[in-house]
């Protein structure tokens, strides 16, 4: 990454030097790094997404696993942590799985978004004309129409697949990337340096990528980096209406539909998938301000 | 002179939208190792007639007539493509704030390289071999270490000699600079204009786009005088200033605080450039002068042969000579 290549080639030498080797993203980094909450939310979410991926080797049992003889066991029970559900299925296992769920899905949705908000925002900004007013038609008519609602229909034609889950929160959520994206392109393609670069003989594909692109990334890092835990919630949302993946793949949604019906019964069903879940998603609102601040140019400091 | 021009624009026509016409018929040359000073307020049009020849308008704007020679090819008609070969190589731009015109977020290094490889003048190596120099030789020290920092650690000055090393990277022929004095302080202009100078003394045809005659005259050999979209006054620099022949560049110089080291009572010229989508019929300059004479002025009037290399669009000079 740029941002550490900054940091780490400059790591020795005086200050002033240090300053000259560090590049925008560079700088950004050093912001955030100082965004004590921010920080410490990104390793957090930095082992959820390591516990996400090794959940084989982390989690206890598999999330199908039932353990007959011990149904609905409390937390601290022997063998599990968590306690069980009602199929006597390990909680603690079924979260981490459920994490990779999560986590898969929001990722997948958020670079699909970003991937189509960047390719529609900066062709129909940078090229203007016809090609920017049909496809910002085509981008308002998706506007206009409830994002929640599509995602329920795609999974319903899809399917309840993961892949039906990313494709219809992401292309839930790219709308107003999109528009962004546009936004930022517009303005900044009226700056003297697009100009400068077009009469050093700059293409217009160097153009987009070498001089909007980099300028116009902050806004739209920041808006994504909000929309991560946005389609963390709307995964576990569409779950809580039925429409998320195919049981028995475990989903935080799922878990926490199920519990709150037993929440009497065995409260601890609800508690520990809805703790989680809550601490994931301000944990990633938290990067969220983190990203933005790094960006204010209002914290600036030279 | 029309043979040994190196930039040779004739009838230059651009127009905004439908109707706003920018640029109305400008026509100049420009020699080797030649100054020329395009002179005239903001909105007259100096800024888009560069920017036509060198395609780079923005996308309301057409050029609507008019040729623009350049070693042997009509740059407003070769296309896009073989212009973008042009543009940076053989012909290079300043603007008016580097802080503006680079981008903050590439190193002084790729900025001063990439339209070297663009134009596959050379490889990467030679390009920052090329771009050092270029620095060390617009005066910024320690050019080894400087090219590997971002603009907005240059202070003002070194910025704009920095944007300056970037325009010169390439060798061009010629060198448009659109007002490169105006955003820096007193003590820059200088080292700028010096910078500019030493170029056209090594034999760079230099257009430079000022409002300020006090600039000009520092350098330029020639002025052509814009207003309201077309050429008012085309003269060597030094008869220009002694003896100016249209209203409107006698209006101009005695609204320069100091030109040619004396002092001058301040005479602004009443009223302001006109909407160019309303051009006053005429003279577009007779509602402001006060030497109009209706209904004379109201007539269009052509650009007249006053002297051996003047020209002036004023009927009043024929009548005083």
Known sequence: MTATEGISAAAGESEQAERAARGPLARAWSRFRKHRLAFGSLIFCSLLIITAIAAPLIAPYGYEETDIQHKLAGPGSEGHLLG??????????????????????????????????????????????????????????????????????????????????????????????????????????????VEAAR????????IAIRYILPNAIGPILVTTSFAIPAAIAAEAGLALLGLGVQPPTPSWGAMISEGSRYLLAAPHMLVAPAVLFALTLLAFTWIGDGVRDAFDPSGEQR | MNDEALLSVRDLRTTFGSS?????????????????????????????????????????????GGQ??????????????????????????????????????????????????????????????RAVRALGDVGIPD???????????????????????????????????????????????????????GLKDRGT???????????????????????????????????????PRHPYTVGLLGSSVEVGGRELALRPIPGSPPDLSRRPVGCAFHPRCPRAELPRCQTEQEILTIGPDRDAACWKVTVDA
């Not at chain 2, 002179?39 to 057409?62: D, F, N, Q, W």
């Not at chain 2, 650690?153 to 007002?179: C, H, K, Y």
């Not at chain 2, 003590?187 to 500019?196: G, K, N, W, Y």
């Open chain 1, 84 to 193: 069980t559900d009602l199929l006597g299925r390990d909680i603690l296992s079924r979260l981490i799985y459920g994490l990779q769920t999560a986590l898969t899905v929001a990722f997948g949705a958020e670079l699909t978004a970003l991937v189509l908000a960047l390719a529609i925002g900066l062709l129909a900004g940078y090229l203007g004309g016809r090609v920017e007013s049909l496809l910002m038609a085509f981008t308002d008519v998706m506007y206009a129409f409830p994002s929640y609602l599509f995602a329920v229909v795609m999974v319903t034609v899809l399917g309840r697949s993961i892949f039906a889950l990313v494709v219809a929160i992401g292309i839930a959520s790219w709308v107003t990337q999109a528009r962004l994206v546009r936004a930022q392109v517009m303005t900044i393609k009226e700056r003297e340096y």
């Open chain 1, 199 to 206: 009469s050093m003989g700059a293409k217009g594909s160097t």
């Open chain 2, 20 to 64: 706003l016409t920018a640029v109305d018929g400008v026509s100049f040359d420009v020699r080797r190792g030649q100054a020329l000073a395009i002179v005239g307020e903001s909105g007259s049009g100096k800024s888009v007639t560069m920017r036509s020849v060198m395609g780079i308008l923005p996308r309301t704007a057409r050029i609507t």
């Open chain 2, 68 to 129: 623009a020679y350049f070693g042997g090819r009509d740059l407003l008609a070769i296309g896009d493509k073989e212009l973008r070969k042009i543009r940076g190589r053989e012909i290079a731009m300043v603007f008016q704030s580097a802080m503006e015109a680079m981008n903050p977020t590439l190193t002084l290094e790729r900025q001063l390289t990439e339209h070297l490889i663009w134009h596959g003048l050379c490889n990467k190596a030679e390009a920052r071999k």
């Open chain 2, 143 to 197: 050019p080894e270490k400087r090219i590997r920092t971002y603009p907005f650690q240059l202070s003002g000055g070194m910025r704009q000699r920095a944007m300056i090393a970037m325009a010169m990277v390439t060798e061009p022929d010629l060198l448009i600079a659109d007002e490169p004095t105006t955003a820096v302080d007193v003590t820059v202009q200088r080292q700028i204009l010096d910078l500019l100078k």
């Open chain 2, 205 to 243: 045809g230099v257009i430079m786009i000022t409002h300020d005659l006090g600039v000009a005259r520092y350098f330029c050999d020639d002025a052509v005088v814009m207003y309201a979209g077309r050429v008012v006054e085309r003269a060597p620099m030094a008869s220009l200033l002694d003896d």
